[in-house]
């Protein structure tokens, strides 16, 4: 089964070709929307191209007015659509259908040459995935549910393919009850919760999580902010990145970490990894790249 399988894979990065077994397996390290900063978000093209590049891509799934599900992160259009009717601005995904929002460029805004890429159905998502085996997906949903993605993902032959990630874990179960033969990964956020407290957040968090066995969950995401030119460039801080990659391994449960701030740094991951973090999710993938492959 795919889930036991370990790929060998190839990824060009910086200076030609090389083995980054890293990437690749059970758990993978993921592309943030699917390519980070470096393709337009949440696009077949692009998750064409990082599926390429060796790693597994994230969609952020919703639902139209008309109940299609599709890959786009934002609540509304502003931020990433271009050339869409002004009547439409600041008015919710779902509140529009698949045959408004099937032309709006959405590729544009990140560069011209990218002006021929629209929103991406999640049918269209699981066929390419269907072609291949080795591409897996991480699926954030954003009002997709469950059921949806479970009898969707059946339907096209991937469920083994797709890693369904939430900071619900009640959606978690669900999912897993329905898709057993999918993956599960909690994300971590930390956003409102003070420096001096985040260490004792997280820990409290994880321990009620222990206690109850880490039900349904394969995969924990840490979010974490990185400062290197402090003494600990980490919050949470590396003291807590350690003892939560103790617990998790003691347990069986994957670490990934995402950094918010200095995820244009190798040297970031690099220390991330000292610390017992297995993969990434990455809005910079040159730089993440080139971290894991300096490890091998």
Request: with cysteine; net charge negative; aromatic share 10%.
């Amino acid at each position: 089964m795919m889930r036991k399988l370990v790929w060998v894979c190839f990824l060009g990065v910086i200076g030609g070709w090389f083995p980054l077994s890293a990437l690749c397996g059970e758990y993978p390290t993921q592309f943030h929307r699917g390519g980070g900063n470096d393709r337009p978000e949440n696009t077949l093209e692009t998750f064409l191209w990082a599926w390429e590049m060796g790693v597994a891509p994230e969609a952020d799934v919703r639902l139209t007015k008309d109940g299609v599900p599709i890959a786009f992160h934002d609540n509304e259009l502003n931020r990433l659509g271009r050339h869409f009717p002004e009547s439409w601005r600041d008015v919710p995904v779902a509140q529009l259908t698949w045959e408004q929002l099937q032309n709006v460029d959405v590729g544009s805004y990140l560069n011209p040459r990218y002006a021929a890429q629209r929103i991406a159905p999640m049918t269209d998502v699981f066929a390419a995935m269907k072609e291949d085996p080795r591409r897996m997906l991480y699926l954030d949903e954003k009002g997709a549910t469950p059921q949806r993605m479970a009898q969707m993902s059946k339907e096209y032959g991937v469920q083994s393919q797709v890693i369904f990630a939430s900071p619900n874990r009640h959606l978690l179960v669900e999912w897993k009850k329905l898709a057993p033969e999918g993956k599960a990964m909690l994300w971590v956020p930390s956003w409102n919760v003070p420096d001096e407290k985040v260490d004792a957040f997280l820990w409290e968090r994880l321990e009620k999580l222990a206690a109850d066995g880490f039900p349904s969950i394969d995969i924990i995401q840490i979010h974490v902010y990185t400062d290197l030119s402090k003494p600990d460039p980490f919050k949470p801080s590396s003291a807590m990145l350690k003892r939560v990659a103790s617990l998790l391994k003691e347990n069986g449960i994957h670490f990934q970490a995402i950094s918010w701030s200095q995820g244009d740094r190798p040297e970031t991951y690099r220390k991330l990894m000292e610390l017992g973090v297995q993969s990434f999710a990455t809005d910079h993938p040159q730089p993440c790249l080139e971290a894991i492959r300096s490890e091998k």
